[in-house]
């Protein structure tokens, strides 16, 4: 947009005196503001004591604009020096170009000499916009006393005077600093972890992928803008002193102190071809803040003409509270303990979902690795109950929409199994088992919870329950020894069998009830509810009919119902063609749902409002497992479960929600070669390869449409090899070659999933499991086993070096051509296997779970534990040209960066946006010549992001973030 330029004082410039299209002419309301509010003191040199109105005063002067207001300020008499005369050096050193107008071009002047002046209006000009927008584009001038003119264009011809000699000798050439646009690669991120930087995504991936388009080729060009415009203000400024005055006076445009005012909140100054930032509290340049990671989804695209999103989903429950209904589950890569918890939301019965928000108690991203398996709603709110590693993970939420993880889960073990879940009108409740005995679990808010153990002799364990009124029903399993007579002996044996039990106490004490048989039923009751009228279960009925030889046999379902869970009685059955038993049972106090099998795989819907009437809502198709099913106000009945690897809710496209199905994109390996980096892993659920020349904008390689996933690349004699595993249920072995890093073609390679590979001197060397794979020429191949599991591998000087584990302890191997392999004669440190290697020379770092980061200075002879300062585990390790750099987790959420010369001793390396409540970590890096490249992730509403960072190597003993640490943990 273009905007016009303001009228300065009314009076039009001389011709030839019209200042350059991009700058704010001296006299603009905005200027005037600046000088008066925000930068009197730096631009005029001023001392500290002079009061605002002298030292705004003193600056308009040194500006050449018009005071206009009044009488001057008196007191600068005797405060501030006389004024030099126009011979003398500028008085202000912040002066950063001379942009005083020529003096033939100031009316003041043409007054002092004696020609006439009128006010004429000013050609209004093309001008940046101004950075108020809602400023006036005129400003009246307030005549001075007419005693006080004189000496107001005295002082504005000394002004100008200095301006132009200061034209003359050349002075220093600023340009305004040019901000990354978010997303480029060097959009800082805010110093705050807990924040999300610009650029990060704000909503979802979706509008983080959208700032992420502008790529990293950006930071160049605003770089080289910056330059362009430092280079022609210099030309402008050899061009005016070589005029001289009259030349000066009449061919040069107006210029204004319109860079130092732009500039007052941080300057570029070019000085031997750098750019510095220049502290305007200070005067002196800015350190350049430390590169921070920036969100990638953009840089790192997935497959566009991919039919699957790559991740494994799946709903474990349904719940419905009134016409609301909650479904909850996981998504993932498939890989145990990486999904990650999924809740949503309808308020309309189950017609219409969205994505509920999930986070921890401190309002972080959850970590991966939980799985919400149980969902009730009470008066206060909804629960939920999971597992995680670590065990069980409760759940909180108002109203469905966000849910907070919390983590006081004190009254369960490890070792628990809860299997169900209610809402009572105490608070909730929940059942399940531990160590063959049946244990109950109670709260009155969902965040304190008691537990009950050892609730009668006999129970090995609970499965379901349910609660209306004040009362609960359980139901679960015993065991009791049963002695019979036979012959003379006495015969003992353990029966098992199931039962209902009730309890009026909150769940402390319980009874065993009976349902019995009747209307044809037979065997264990299946599912337990509260729905219309008291409690509610099933059974499967059957009844035959006819003479001998025309008997008939009908199957179905008996519902029997309880009014307090002591008296039950059948209260209806319930049947569909070619009936062959009860799936799932549900219901609420809008009704009962059911899912029964049919003939031919088919399976149907049924609901009732009361048990006694039946009709069909629908049905379920034959490849989709089932889990849950829930009753809404008004008798909707949503079924819940996955088909094949995505979720399922009945009636419901899962892709159409918003943040209910993310696409899966991975990257696991980094290498740099001439002139190219490239980064692989998988996206949409197969393999996938990205390249750049510069590690700034990255493109996707052509690879052959394969399900699966690359997890290692290297650069060779023969060019690239990327490494993998095919996605089958019996994994093998993906291998890819690349003349250029980005046209890919599938490699023959052995059988057996591939883990890493690395190039030596004797060509390529694969691992996987427990067998090494060489090959020089990346045709034929050449098999050698190993004891143990192989999980990566590197060149060293003297040959390879490859980690893993062996018997569940770390082990490392050796081998001087890829072919003879051998333990290192030193075993490692640790308790568990060892995961990543980086080797420069002899010099070796390794790191594990449970190892910490591993030293070797003699290609494995001897180890030495070196972990970095509060390090809890390493992420990414790389060799570069001056030693090693590794990413490492810190305190729970934290991550940081570390440098050594060796290994031994490690300082932090400066890098922000790390940690934080989204998780933002560093997985895969590699040294690229002069720069550090690394790829890694950052979660937002329950997705992964991937990051990329970028950062000069660090140089050995340079960091000045930290002191060196010669060891770690003892």
Known sequence: MTARTPERDGTSSPAGAEPPADDRPDGSREVRRRLTFGVAADLADLPAALSPWQRAYEAWRAAGIRWGHGAP????????????????????????????????ARPAEAAETGSPSKPKKRKQRASAPSASPAEKPAEEAVAAPADEKPKQDARKNRAAKRSAKARGAGSVVAAASAQPKPGTAETPEKADNDEAAPGEPQTDTDRAAAGEAQTAAGEPQAAADASKVAADDLQVGVGDAQAGPEGRAGGRGTRTLRAAIAGAAGLVVVAGGALFALDQSGGGPKKPRPPAPIPAGALFGTDPAATTDGLVQDLAVVTASGRKVVAAGTEGDGTPGQERARFLVSADGGHAWKAAKVRGADGSEPPAGERPRLVAAGAGGWAALGRSPAGTVVWLSDGG?????????????????????????????????????????????????????????GITGLDRVAASGGVLVTHGTFSRKVTRKKGKKKVTRTVRGDGLWRSADGGRTWTAVAVPQAQGSQGATNGLVAGPGGFATVREGRLTTGPKKHRRTARFGVLFTSPDGLRWQAAGRFSAPGYAGVERFGGSAAGFGVVVKGAKGQRTVLRSPGGRAWQPSGTVAGPVQ????????????????????????????????????????????????????????????????????????????????????????????????????TAAARPGGLALTSRDGSVWEPAKVPAGPLAAVASGSTGYVAVGGGTVWRSSDLKA??????????????????????????????????????????????????????????????????????????????????????????????????????????????????????????????RRVPARGLGGRTGRRLTAMTSAGGTVLATGSAVHAGAETPLLWRAPVPRAGSAPAAKPVSAGRP
């Open 401 to 457: 929409a966000t849910w907070t993880r919390h983590l006081d889960t004190a009254a369960f073990r490890p070792d628990d199994q809860v299997n169900a879940l209610v809402a009572t009108v105490h608070g909730f409740v929940a059942v399940g088992s531990a160590r063959g005995r049946a244990v109950v679990w109670s709260t009155a808010d969902g965040r304190a919870w008691q537990r009950v153990d050892g609730l009668q002799a």
């Open 626 to 725: 089932t889990s849950g099913l829930a009753v809404a106000a008004g008798g909707a009945v949503t079924v819940a479960g996955h088909q094949g690897g995505d979720a399922y809710l009945s009636g419901v496209n899962l892709a159409a929600v918003p943040g209910a199905v993310h696409t899966e994109r991975a990257i696991r390996s980094l290498a740099a070669g001439p002139g190219r980096a490239v980064a692989v892993g998988s996206t949409n659920g197969g393999a996938a390869v990205w390249s750049s020349p510069d590690g700034l904008g990255w493109t996707r390689g052509r690879v052959p449409g394969t399900p699966g996933r690359l997890s290692d690349v290297a650069f060779g004699g023969q060019g690239w090899l990327a490494v993998g595993r």
């Open 73 to 104: 300020p008196r007191e600068r008499a005797a405060t501030v020096a006389p004024e030099p005369e126009a011979s003398e050096a500028p008085a202000s050193l912040n002066a950063i170009r001379a942009d005083a107008p020529p003096v033939a």
């Open 781 to 906: 191949w050449q098999r050698a086993a190993v004891a143990g599991n192989l999980v990566d591998v590197a060149s060293t000087g003297s040959g390879y070096v490859a980690v893993g584990g062996r018997d569940g302890k770390p082990a490392v191997w050796t081998s001087p051509d890829g072919a003879k392999w051998t333990p290192t004669p030193a075993v490692p440190p640790g308790t568990g296997p060892l995961t990543q290697v980086a080797a420069r020379g002899n010099a070796l770092v390794v790191a594990g779970a449970d190892a910490g980061l591993l030293v070797s200075p003699d290609a494995g002879r001897t180890w030495a534990r070196r972990m970095p300062p509060g390090a809890r585990q390493v992420t990414a390790a790389a060799a570069t040209p001056q030693g090693f750099v590794v990413a490492v987790a810190t305190a729970p959420g934290g991550a940081a960066v570390f440098g050594s010369p060796d290994g031994a001793a490690w």
